[in-house]
């Protein structure tokens, strides 16, 4: 279903009928050292696949801003990070709030300098019949997961071009989904957002790849995140349609994901991984 999740791990990874657990881990393996001395801003940082690349990122030497609307949990994890000995600032945001992103661009800039990493993990999903007319859910999905990251990119974009220019690894990474091109009844307005998405980065990368930014776009399947607790609708939530596809197929964890952007990120400058598409395996 893309960047979905229930907090359900634990049910997942219980070895059932004689099949051996569907999650071994949940920790990444690989450690990257070229992520040392860089400067990344992670939005959506509150939880889920954002918390868990910030930590990722910090635990391999980069300073990372932490953004979202949440300042008790943003404080909380640069806490954490700090204790590991990583370097995290907090900086509540709304990405939905262009005077909230701009404001959180000059504290960034004046805490931690110039940015060279972009995470743009910040989205919603609120799937519902279209007849049902939530035109309140759609322009939340809209405004956060499609104009929130252009409010992003917007933000840091002459961060990121003036790093490359000077010769250093620039990165933008934009967290989309396998609803991008996958259709799943009920999630049209969540698909399209993320469409939107992935097309964007496609289409940044004609503009930023010519000035050696690098532009990579990641399309999670199914991976648990709290996501899946924001769906109003009993059918569809945690309680029916999705809770059965977490029971059926086992999701990833968002430590996976994020041990994929580390991957990607820590390439050297002239490698870019444009598009990746990480699945479990009994979805793929």
Same mark, same amino acid.
């Given at each position: 279903?893309?960047?979905?999740?229930?907090?359900?791990?634990?049910?997942?990874?219980?070895?059932?009928?004689?099949?051996?657990? /569907?999650?071994?881990?949940?920790?990444?393996?690989?450690?990257?050292?070229? =992520?040392?001395?860089?400067?990344?801003?992670?939005?959506?940082?509150?939880?889920?696949?954002?918390?868990?690349?910030?930590?990722?990122?910090?635990?391999?030497?980069?300073? #990372?801003?932490?953004?979202?609307?949440?300042?008790?949990? /943003?404080?909380?994890?640069?806490?954490?990070?700090?204790?590991?000995?990583?370097?995290?600032?907090?900086?509540?945001?709304?990405?939905?709030?262009?005077?909230? #992103?701009?404001?959180?661009?000059?504290?960034?800039?004046?805490? /931690?300098?110039?940015?060279?990493?972009?995470?743009?993990?910040?989205?919603?999903?609120?799937?519902?019949?279209?007849?049902?007319?939530?035109?309140?859910?759609?322009?939340?999905?809209?405004?956060?997961?499609?104009?929130?990251? =252009?409010?992003?990119?917007?933000?840091?974009?002459?961060? /990121?071009?003036?790093?490359?220019?000077?010769?250093?690894?620039?990165? =933008?990474?934009?967290?989309?989904?396998?609803?991008?091109?996958?259709?799943?009844?009920?999630?049209?307005?969540y698909s399209a957002t993320k469409a939107a998405l992935t097309h964007l980065a496609?289409?940044?990368?004609s503009e930023f790849g010519p000035r050696d930014v690098r532009v990579s776009t990641?399309?999670?399947?199914?991976?648990?995140?709290?996501?899946?607790?924001?769906?109003?609708?009993?059918?569809?939530?945690?309680?029916?349609? =999705?809770?059965?596809?977490?029971?059926?197929?086992?999701?990833?964890?968002?430590?996976?994901?994020?041990?994929?952007?580390?991957?990607?990120?820590?390439?050297?400058?002239?490698?870019?991984?444009?598009?990746?598409? #990480?699945?479990?395996?009994?979805?793929?």
């Open positions: 279903m893309g960047t979905a999740g229930s907090g359900r791990l634990g049910d997942v990874k219980e070895t059932t009928a004689g099949r051996p657990p /569907l999650i071994p881990s949940q920790e990444p393996t690989m450690s990257y050292s070229s =992520l040392s001395g860089r400067v990344a801003v992670v939005t959506g940082a509150a939880s889920g696949m954002g918390a868990a690349t910030a930590k990722l990122l910090a635990a391999n030497g980069a300073a #990372v801003a932490l953004l979202s609307r949440r300042e008790d949990r /943003l404080k909380e994890l640069a806490a954490e990070i700090g204790a590991a000995g990583g370097r995290a600032l907090a900086v509540p945001a709304d990405v939905t709030d262009q005077r909230s #992103v701009d404001g959180a661009a000059e504290r960034v800039a004046a805490e /931690l300098g110039r940015v060279d990493l972009l995470v743009a993990a910040a989205g919603v999903m609120l799937p519902n019949p279209v007849d049902d007319g939530r035109i309140d859910e759609w322009t939340r999905m809209i405004d956060t997961n499609v104009t929130g990251v =252009l409010r992003v990119v917007r933000a840091f974009t002459g961060d /990121l071009v003036a790093t490359a220019a000077g010769g250093r690894t620039a990165d =933008l990474v934009a967290v989309s989904s396998i609803a991008s091109h996958v259709s799943f009844p009920n999630y049209a307005v496609t289409s940044l990368r990641v399309e999670p399947g199914l991976t648990d995140t709290e996501l899946g607790a924001h769906i109003d609708n009993p059918s569809l939530g945690l309680d029916g349609q =999705l809770g059965a596809m977490f029971d059926a197929i086992g999701p990833l964890s968002a430590e996976e994901i994020a041990d994929v952007i580390g991957f990607t990120v820590s390439r050297p400058r002239h490698v870019n991984l444009r598009h990746l598409v #990480v699945l479990p395996t009994r979805q793929a």
